[in-house]
């Protein structure tokens, strides 16, 4: 009787061990498959990652091989200058071709009578603001004196940007002189009420498109002109030097052609810096 239990027992523990070698055998099976699948998995989501930076690359490759700009730049276009062009030329070159058009500059002019400062919007004008930063880099302003003065009723602005307008006293020749360079207009006024605010600073042209250069005129009270001129910025400080300058007058040498004169009170740029 004992043996027969005996042998029922062993029986029943040689099936259950079975069972659990069995049982064992499909977890370790499970766990293969799952380990595989997860390394598939895992292969798969880094191989769409390098597709997708790959992808990436070669648009911004075709970008670049189609000429477009990087981003966070635009492309300007410099005309060269030279003298035959009616006037006299510094030859500084020309800027890069693609600028910045995000963020703001500073513009800062140490003159005789103390700084007077700008804000470029180079969102606005990028061009224009590339164009002053490659001019003072160059030391192009450095030394030289606003040439002209208008004081009348609704016009009321002061000239500069000659970079041949040097010397003790004026001449004839003042106020003729540019860069190697022209530059399209940009950024200019919709606000056909108030075009030329007090505190703008402005580009002077010569009437025709893409004649910008590096003259340009700071606004003393709101102007009305047309709206043909690159507004570069807005003045923050020395507006009290601007108006001092106007309310002296001019010396009326330009009045019976482009208005106004020399400044009487003059101001000298010493030098200029782009920040």
């Not at 798969?44 to 189609?66: H, L, N, P, Q």
């Not at 009578?113 to 224009?128: F, H, Q, R, Y």
């Not at 004026?170 to 108030?194: F, H, Q, V």
């Not at 001129?229 to 003045?235: C, D, E, F, N, Q």
Request: aromatic content about 6%.
């Amino acid at each position: 009787m004992s043996s027969t239990k005996d042998r029922q027992r062993a029986a029943a523990r040689a099936r259950l061990e079975k069972e659990m070698a069995e049982r064992s055998a499909a977890a370790r099976k499970r766990r293969q498959r799952q380990a595989i699948v997860g390394s598939a998995l895992a292969v798969v989501v880094i191989a769409g990652a390098a597709f997708f930076i790959v992808r990436s690359m070669k648009k911004d490759e075709k970008t670049e091989a189609a000429g477009g700009p990087p981003a966070g730049t635009v492309a300007c276009s410099w005309t060269p200058s030279d003298e035959a062009t009616g006037g006299k030329v510094k030859d500084v070159g020309t800027p890069e071709v693609n600028v910045p058009n995000t963020g703001t500059s500073t513009l800062t002019l140490d003159t005789s009578l103390g700084p007077i400062e700008a804000t470029i919007d180079l969102a606005k004008a990028p061009c224009t603001g590339a164009s002053f930063k490659h001019l003072a880099a160059a030391k192009y302003m450095d030394n030289s004196k606003c040439h002209r003065l208008v004081n009348e009723e609704t016009f009321k602005v002061l000239q500069c940007g000659d970079p041949f307008a040097t010397g003790d006293g004026y001449r004839e020749t003042d106020g003729t002189g540019g860069p190697s360079y022209t530059m399209p207009e940009e950024n200019l006024p919709t606000d056909t009420e108030k075009p030329y605010p007090a505190g703008t600073i402005a580009m002077a042209n010569t009437g025709q498109p893409n004649s910008t250069g590096s003259q340009f005129f700071i606004v003393a009270e709101d102007t009305q002109l047309q709206p043909a001129y690159t507004v570069l910025g807005s003045i923050t400080k020395g507006m009290d030097i601007i108006k001092d300058v106007v309310k002296a007058g001019d010396d009326g040498a330009f009045k019976e052609s482009a208005g106004g004169g020399h400044p009487k009170k003059e101001v000298l740029i010493k030098t200029m810096t782009v920040s």
